[in-house]
């Protein structure tokens, strides 16, 4: 079956690409621009989601206030954060996230952090 994922981050371009990338693979993709947007889209179909790709620094409720309001509500929904900045990875913040990707113009290392986690998730 496809799988659903909610790609949150306040970059336009980062939004279309991984749009564009992820809907070539086969995934339903769906965007949100912030961290506030995302929770309220998960409020209507968190039931459809099955992975929620998510940026860190985004203007209002970042990606650590995010995931922790996520991991609240939704404990089981897995939450991969991606980021230009390799240092959040040892914030404790971040520790509830299931994987953390250092953004790169090659997407390879996502997709495939995508898929295992979408398969450790079952
Ligand atoms: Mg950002």
């Not at 279309?16 to 995934?27: P, R, W």
Request: net charge negative; with cysteine.
């Amino acid at each position: 079956m496809q799988k659903r994922l909610l790609v949150v981050d306040d970059e336009e371009g980062i939004r279309f690409l991984y749009k564009e990338e992820f809907e070539e693979d086969g995934y339903h993709v769906d965007l949100a621009s912030s961290g506030e947007e995302a929770l309220e889209m998960l409020d209507e179909i968190a039931l459809n989601t099955d992975l929620v790709l998510m940026d860190i620094k985004m203007t209002g409720m970042d990606g650590v206030d995010t995931l922790r309001h996520i991991k609240e509500k939704w404990p089981a929904l897995p939450v991969i954060l991606s980021t230009a900045y390799p240092h959040y990875k040892h914030e404790f913040g971040t520790w509830a996230c299931d994987a953390y990707v250092v953004k790169s113009s090659d997407l390879n290392e996502l997709k495939g952090v995508v898929k295992s986690v979408l398969e450790k998730a079952g």
